[in-house]
């Protein structure tokens, strides 16, 4: 009996499953790659995503499950990019909240658990352009939240106790060696 109701929990969980796009955000095809940095942060029109379940969650767990199956099941490298990048900027928003609340290891943990999956979007953008596909939106969401992602972590890293100041710094160096890769998408 408890077999079934445990098997019933399952499949309804995964059949509720909601899939989602990254939303697609387009620069000026007039900014060139080497004026990017300068943009101030009122420009960088990226919104972040809601992250949904916290890691300090006891369920948190499940959402993991259910993203590495939907992350395996995506074969395509650009929709895997896209993939690898809504999850980045999941987490990039859960460190935030994390963050709000007090939760500075967490919230640093898991945003580099974020830029972890912002690596790999980039792998796969670079892997679809190597095959000849056409990665100019993917390089332009992947130019813009890079930029996102760089002004939130060090708006964070400028509030972190005097701690944690060092972890928050290093994930802004790893973030800043994401420009060249991400410029270079643009570009065909």
Do not use: C, W
């Not at 009122?42 to 992350?71: A, N």
């Not at 809504?86 to 290891?105: E, I, M, P, T």
């Not at 813009?144 to 400028?158: D, N, P, S």
């Amino acid at each position: 009996m408890k077999r079934a109701a445990f098997l019933a929990f399952i499949l309804i969980f995964f059949f509720s499953i909601q899939f989602v796009n990254a939303q697609e955000i387009n620069l000026s095809p007039t900014v060139e790659p080497s004026a990017v940095p300068s943009l101030s942060e009122e420009s960088v029109e990226y919104q972040l995503p809601y992250p949904g379940l916290l890691p300090d969650s006891s369920f948190y767990f499940l959402k993991v499950v259910r993203d590495k199956i939907i992350s395996f099941l995506v074969s395509d490298p650009l929709k895997k990019a896209d993939f690898d990048l809504l999850q980045a900027d999941k987490r990039l928003s859960a460190g935030v909240y994390l963050f709000d609340r007090r939760k500075f290891n967490l919230a640093s943990s898991t945003i580099l658990k974020g830029e972890n999956y912002f690596e790999e979007a980039l792998v796969k953008a670079e892997e679809a352009k190597k095959q000849g596909m056409d990665t100019g939106n993917i390089g332009d969401r992947l130019l813009t939240a890079f930029l996102k992602h760089k002004i939130v972590v060090k708006g964070l890293e400028k509030k972190a106790p005097n701690e944690n100041k060092a972890e928050f710094s290093s994930l802004v160096k790893r973030i800043e060696g994401f420009e060249n890769r991400a410029s270079e998408l643009k570009t065909k």
